[in-house]
């Protein structure tokens, strides 16, 4: 059974419409993570949160953004897609010791 | 100078042979490390993971860590088919810290 789900799997927006990615964990973890990753390179740390309390990564664009309304969801905000923002995004939860992240598989956007 | 080093490949091999991957990283601070595995569009998978120096065996793979190096391991025993993917390395330098990854290297394994 998925533990970590993304939705959609596959995403397409015009650049600069909003969009909304969405993720939704069952394991009851109270740390998540959103990750860029572009074509043949290493997921790229975008922000995090510790239950409530959210972390941005000092290089991570003013046009992402993020919620997390309970401890199963959270969202990634895009505010005015640009052709660069294409790529796959990824989200993880960390397990009670914290030494092990989950991955979800991913939403795949494409800006035209 | 990268954090962490990954060649990208590919690497090529046939069925049957021993995959070999390893990752070079610059910061001492590293004591956790892992290997994904990443199918194409695709999240990472988590198939290794180690404290610290030493060697960790799991079926088929075998992860290595040489601190005194700074250099980490995978090998993939009769490697199939299905082991066609890219492995990224990865690693913290305290458990629930951010993880810094290679860029991968890219696998596959012809019938």
């Known amino acids: 059974d998925a533990m970590v789900i993304q939705n959609p799997r596959y995403q397409v927006t015009q650049f600069g419409k909003p969009v909304t990615l969405s993720c939704s964990q069952t394991?009851?973890?109270?740390?998540m993570y959103w990750y860029q990753q572009k074509s043949s390179q290493a997921p790229k740390l975008l922000f995090h949160?510790?239950?409530?309390?959210?972390?941005n990564e000092a290089d991570t664009p003013d046009n992402f953004q993020s919620r997390r309304p309970n401890t199963s969801f959270c969202f990634l905000d895009i505010r005015s897609p640009g052709l660069g923002d294409a790529a796959m995004y990824l989200c993880a939860t960390v397990d009670g010791l914290g030494d092990t992240q989950y991955f979800g598989p991913g939403t795949r956007l494409t800006v035209l | 100078q990268k954090e962490v080093e990954q060649d990208p490949g590919p690497l090529s091999v046939p069925e049957g042979a021993i995959v070999s991957l390893n990752c070079t990283y610059s910061?001492?601070?590293?004591?956790?490390f892992m290997w994904y595995r990443q199918y194409s569009r695709k999240g990472p998978e988590l198939l290794m993971y180690t404290y610290s120096s030493g060697n960790k065996e799991d079926g088929r793979f075998t992860a290595q860590v040489d601190k005194s190096s700074k250099y980490i391991s995978l090998f993939i025993r009769d490697s199939q088919p299905s082991d066609s993917a890219t492995y990224l390395c990865?690693?913290?330098?305290?458990?629930?810290?951010?993880?810094?990854f290679g860029g991968g290297t890219r696998v596959l394994v012809k019938p």
């Open positions: 949160y510790y239950d409530k309390d959210f972390n």
């Open positions: 394991l009851n973890h109270n740390v």
């Open positions: 910061n001492s601070a590293f004591q956790y």
């Open positions: 990865a690693m913290q330098p305290a458990a629930g810290n951010k993880l810094t």
